[in-house]
């Protein structure tokens, strides 16, 4: 069965840092292109990073330089390092997975508030 499931979401104050983790199961990992997205309320879903399972990676430019998407093949895990997060980071973030088949995960709230 193939799962994705988020973590490491929660609340934060403006200009701190979370650590989201995506672990994935059911299907080859190493393989697929792995996607972060999110949507805040009353918004469409936006592309906020990727990353190949070539390793080539590319960032919304809302997010570059303050974002790192990462990946370990041997833990079947996608990380997204939020760094310097804003307000308007507030969102549920997902985790996608790519390749002849695409599947998501059911997203993680990380809510960025004094």
């Known amino acids: 069965q193939v799962q994705l499931v988020e973590s490491g979401g929660g609340l934060v104050q403006p200009g701190g840092s979370l650590r989201l983790s995506c672990a994935a199961s059911?299907?080859?990992?190493?393989?697929?292109?792995m996607r972060w997205y999110r949507q805040a309320p009353g918004k469409e879903r936006e592309l906020v990073a990727s990353i190949t399972d070539g390793g080539t990676i590319n960032y919304a430019d809302s997010v570059k330089g303050r974002f790192t998407i990462s990946r370990d093949n041997a833990k079947n895990t996608v990380y997204l390092q939020m760094n310097s997060l804003k307000s308007e980071d507030t969102a549920v973030y997902y985790c996608?997975?790519?390749?002849?088949?695409?599947?998501w995960g059911p997203g993680t709230q990380v809510t960025v508030s004094s």
């Open positions: 059911g299907f080859t990992f190493s393989i697929y292109a």
């Open positions: 996608y997975a790519l390749n002849l088949s695409q599947y």
